[in-house]
């Protein structure tokens, strides 16, 4: 746990944070049996698990099905644009580095119309935990196709089949800077809460893509189907700070997709932490505002 | 002796040196407390094309860049040709004569020519065209030489004693040889015994945006804005600002809007193209309810348009900006000292009222350069951060109750910062309910979106009354109304002046507070006006129809300029004479400088 997320929480921390503490003011209006609920449930079961106190989680999302995650969660949120929540979990992180900020959103918010403020996030190791719920087509706009959605997929928007090769999260994530990049099932809770975690107590950029089925519109990568093809990494010997590893895993795809922690890497500081603003002092929302006179005056003189 | 009213211009291609004799000269007005404005008419090259700086100073403040120049310095042959032929009787041209042959002058213009040869001959390097030009004019507006020397001095300190006297020995001969060649002109360069300070609208921005505590600035660089940037990257260390350059104007906005939500003043600028990218997230801020701050300097557009031109032709585009309806503050500062002013000003009504404010500034003001009596800088301004709870992070717990967006009659509701115990709340773009829950889809409701759609929508009523309304400057009876916005100011007062010599007695209307617009003010204003005419930088008058959308006022007249140069004085009085006489409805002046 990052320091500075401590002493946040040492105001409050005789609270005990149960998951029921972190329910939303109203139930999701998700489709039955829709992937997304498993990540909702992991989420508040990480944050359970870590103690964190829902006062000191900003939960920001962009917009589809998978976006209106932070609206069934007890915590600070920001329900944003599409394809804009890393780019306001960034100012946001930058404005009070004391928040434990967390980014939900789905595979076409993400890696479609976010896709420059997701690569550049992660160059800049900006400390987030962006956690993407991955049904490989869009939801709320009624099944088109995804930026992740396989080749040959039949949608609304390919009736005859997409022709386009699909974005794989994780090599990119890898190649552009992120360090920790995770890839869960909702078929696999207890992974998915442990790789949540992990990505909580990461100071830096954590990925975490999630195979979130799409029941309504998804026919090809259903449950079932990640069900026969997923294997553990933990159990096919992975070394997650094995970079060249971690790149040849992320690239299977086929009868074996491995899920897991691909990739992490703690020894680069996060982008708060270079930043000689903001030092050792408070988050920059707390300071008083107002310019000294000594300083007034150094600015003036300059223009003299 | 004639009251002091020089301009000096120094002319060339890119990459030749006309900034450095530029800030020379603008630094030794301003020490002797007189009054400086500079335009710098470039291109968007590196080296190469034709740029042409106007420095302009007097006793009295100076408005624009004026219609004349005085003192002509091109360091090539193309200004020399280009601009020969606005020279007027009394005015002088100095130009090294080794590389620059010298056109049919005018009457009255006295021909300088100095041989870089002859006299540095044992110097190189190219400025020294420049040292030389620049010590002659000081010796024809009779400035003490010592004053260039030291200023040289500092200049070259860093390179070594040995660069220092060389340059102050090139400074002599240039300054001894003007002494014995050339006639002085007639002027006297007082000493008004104060300083003033001197600077351009980029930096008096991005200083109000110091003063108003901003501590998150973000931007994509976009010229004519880029300056705001720089000069915020410079300071951010010594002010304690976040300062990032981000990916793309769409990461600006939302970034800021991201920092606003935490609780810091933030802000950012850009031109029309970046604006445009923003449009989507200045909707959600205004739906979230989070204040920021934009400033769109604009450039002669459409599209990429002329990047080092200017124009106020996106006056629609930020009015329009985003879909839907909802409540916005517009303002367009009318010179550099106010870009200033308008920042702390403007950040105290968006936290108040707790949605994006822009401010609409363009290239003549952002670029331009001009003294300012540094007691204007006023750092020490009035904050008012609006009604946030627990802004320290404490605030009495509430147990879950907070509604963010409750219903109130100001339209503004109390705002709590993540992190605050007692007050979790979501919020959202969504249209939600007071307490934040979406009602945009299967929980729409007609009555609740309208209650919340009006809530936000009343903030603007709040607003009105907290803007001064806007006052007609010069007599009150006069001829003619001169109606204009933003940066137009300087120009038409000093047009207003010229017409005054004319015979034809002119005020000015000058419109500041776009939105909300102070409409029945204007009326008011404009009805006991006998001919109104609107001056404005664009083609199709944009601030002519917003006006006659909210007053009904049709003017009987409209002078406009989009060829990408500011006005001068004299354009507008051609075009309030050809108007008044009944020539045309509609003037647009030719700009005879090519630059
Ligand atoms: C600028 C903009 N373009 C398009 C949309 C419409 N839109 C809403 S959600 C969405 C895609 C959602 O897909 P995804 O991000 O994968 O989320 P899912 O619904 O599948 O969870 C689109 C295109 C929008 N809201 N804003
Ligand atoms: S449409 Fe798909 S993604 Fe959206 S809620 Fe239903 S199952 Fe989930």
Redesign the pocket.
């Known amino acids: 746990m990052k320091e500075t997320t401590m002493a946040t929480m040492a105001q409050t921390e005789h609270v005990k944070v149960t998951v029921k503490d972190l329910k939303g003011k109203v139930d999701p209006d998700w489709c039955p049996g829709c992937g997304?609920f498993g990540v909702l449930a992991a989420l508040k079961q990480a944050i359970a698990e870590l103690g964190l106190q829902p006062h000191t989680v900003l939960t920001i999302s962009?917009?589809?099905?998978?976006?209106n995650l932070p609206g069934y969660l007890n915590t600070y949120g920001m329900h944003t644009?599409?394809?804009r929540a890393l780019a306001v979990a960034t100012g946001a992180q930058l404005g009070n580095h004391h928040l434990k900020i967390v980014v939900t959103?789905?595979?076409?918010?993400?890696y479609?119309?976010g896709g420059n403020h997701f690569v550049h996030a992660m160059r800049r190791n900006v400390d987030l935990t962006y956690i993407v719920?991955?049904?490989q087509?869009?939801?709320?706009?009624t099944g088109?196709l995804?930026p992740t959605s396989s080749k040959g997929m039949n949608t609304k928007s390919t009736p005859f089949g997409s022709v386009e090769n699909p974005v794989n999260p994780i090599p990119l994530a890898i190649a552009a800077g992120a360090t920790y990049v995770a890839r869960g099932f909702t078929g696999q809770q207890k992974q998915l809460v442990e790789l949540i975690k992990g990505g909580l107590q990461h100071r830096g950029f954590a990925l975490i893509d999630t195979f979130?089925p799409?029941v309504t519109y998804n026919h090809d990568n259903t449950h079932e189907f990640f069900k026969q093809r997923t294997r553990k990494l933990e159990e096919m010997g992975h070394d997650p700070t094995d970079v060249h590893a971690a790149m040849e895993k992320g690239w299977l795809w086929g009868e074996v997709i491995p899920i897991g922690l691909f990739w992490r890497r703690q020894d680069l500081p996060a982008l708060d932490q270079l930043e000689p603003v903001l030092g050792a002092g408070g988050p920059l929302a707390h300071r008083p505002l107002g310019v000294a006179p000594d300083i007034a005056r150094a600015l003036i003189a300059e223009l003299m | 002796m004639r009251r002091l009213d020089l301009a000096i211009g120094i002319g060339g291609a890119a990459g030749q040196g006309i900034a450095t004799p530029g800030d020379i000269l603008a630094r030794i007005f301003v020490r002797r407390g007189l009054h400086v404005n500079a335009y710098n008419a470039y291109q968007s090259i590196i080296r190469g094309g034709h740029i042409f700086l106007t420095l302009r100073t007097s006793d009295q403040p100076v408005l624009s860049q004026g219609d004349k120049i005085d003192v002509l310095m091109p360091l090539n042959q193309d200004t020399m040709n280009r601009h020969l032929k606005l020279m007027r009787a009394g005015s002088a041209v100095l130009f090294n004569s080794d590389t620059i042959k010298p056109g049919v002058v005018p009457d009255g213009v006295q021909l300088c020519p100095f041989s870089v040869k002859a006299l540095a001959p044992t110097t190189r390097g190219d400025l020294v065209q420049n040292t030389l030009a620049l010590a002659a004019v000081l010796r024809l507006i009779k400035v003490e030489f010592e004053i260039l020397e030291e200023i040289l001095t500092l200049q070259f300190r860093r390179k070594g004693a040995a660069a220092v006297a060389e340059n102050v020995g090139v400074a002599r001969a240039g300054y001894d040889y003007a002494a014995t060649h050339f006639t002085a002109l007639p002027f006297s360069l007082p000493d008004t015994g104060k300083r003033l300070a001197f600077f351009e609208g980029n930096q008096a921005l991005a200083m109000g945006g110091a003063a108003a505590g901003v501590r998150f600035y973000c931007a994509y660089p976009m010229s004519p804005s880029s300056g705001v940037l720089h000069w915020m990257a410079r300071h951010a260390r010594q002010l304690g600002i976040m300062v990032r350059q981000v990916e793309d104007e769409i990461g600006v906005i939302n970034m800021a809007i991201g920092a606003a939500h935490t609780g810091c003043r933030a802000m950012c600028a850009t031109s029309g193209g970046g604006f445009a990218l923003m449009s989507?997230a200045l909707g959600a801020a205004a739906m979230m309810e989070i204040p920021v701050v934009c400033i769109n300097v604009q450039r002669a557009g459409p599209a990429t348009g002329v990047p080092t031109k200017t124009e106020q032709g996106d006056l629609w585009q930020v009015m329009g900006a985003g879909q839907g309806d909802y409540p916005r503050i517009i303002v367009a500062p009318t010179n550099i000292g106010d870009c200033f002013k308008v920042v702390p000003t403007l950040f105290n009504l968006v936290d108040k009222f707790q949605c994006p404010g822009i401010i609409l500034s363009d290239l003549l003001l952002s670029e331009g350069r001009s003294s300012i009596d540094p007691a204007e800088l006023d750092f020490n301004v009035p904050i008012d951060r609006g009604d946030v709870v627990g802004l320290n992070g404490d605030g009495p717990p509430v147990n879950g109750g907070f509604k963010r967006y409750l219903v109130t009659e100001s339209g503004v509701s109390p705002r709590a910062l993540p992190g605050t115990p007692g007050y979790v709340h979501v919020v959202a773009t969504d249209e939600h309910d007071e307490d934040g829950v979406l009602i945009s889809d299967e929980f729409t409701d007609p009555h609740k979106r309208q209650a919340i759609h009006e809530k936000r929508m009343r903030k603007m009523d709040g607003v009105l009354p907290l803007l001064a309304p806007p006052v007609l400057h010069g007599p009150a009876d006069a001829h003619v109304t001169l109606v204009g916005w933003g940066s137009t100011e300087g120009v038409i007062r000093e047009a207003m002046q010229q017409l005054a010599e004319a015979g034809i007695v002119a005020n000015n209307l000058q419109i500041r507070w776009l939105v909300p617009l102070h409409a029945e003010a204007i009326v008011s204003i404009l009805s006991r006006c006998r001919a109104v005419i609107i001056v404005e930088n664009n083609y199709s008058g944009q601030f002519a129809r917003y006006l006659r959308a909210e007053t009904g006022i049709v003017a009987g007249g409209h002078i406009r300029k989009y060829d990408g140069e500011p006005f001068m004085p004299h354009h507008i009085v051609d075009g309030v004479t050809a108007i008044l006489a009944g020539s045309t409805k509609r003037y647009v002046p030719v700009h005879e400088i090519q630059v």
């Open positions: 997304d962009g917009i589809g099905c998978s976006s644009l599409h394809g959103g789905g595979d076409g918010d993400g479609g119309i719920m991955n049904n087509i869009y939801g709320l706009t088109q995804s979130s799409c | 989507e």
